[in-house]
């Protein structure tokens, strides 16, 4: 006797999904202390320039740059894209969910091409 074919249509949503709540977590949690960094210690004279690119140079700065950069890309396009489909755009919802995770996942290419490079 063969297995019973599943009855529920599988999803990719939950990969959107979890991205969507790792990069609001991101935005939420980890911008404030680039936001910090860059836009108070800096120009206050607290924190070096040098310092602030030796932290950079760092792989565990870079993989912070990283996070910074993806994730919340992932969150934006989640975000606009079930904004437009509420809007009344959904008959081509599949074809935002192309153009904005593409456009995603090209801003994460280009922010690992630039941190490697760095």
Do not use: C
């Amino acid at each position: 006797m063969s297995a019973p074919a599943s009855k529920y249509k599988k999803s990719n949503e939950p990969f959107w999904w979890s991205l969507f709540g790792a990069g609001g977590m991101v935005a939420a949690l980890l911008m404030p202390v680039a936001v910090v960094l860059t836009g108070i210690l800096v120009p206050a004279g607290w924190l070096s320039q040098a310092k602030l690119l030796e932290l950079i140079h760092h792989p565990i700065g870079r993989l912070y740059l990283f996070a910074l950069i993806s994730l919340p890309l992932f969150h934006w396009a989640h975000r606009f894209r079930f904004t437009l489909m509420d809007l009344g755009l959904k008959r081509i919802g599949g074809l935002l969910g192309v153009f904005f995770y593409g456009a995603a996942f090209a801003g994460t290419a280009m922010g690992a091409w630039y941190l490697v490079r760095l």
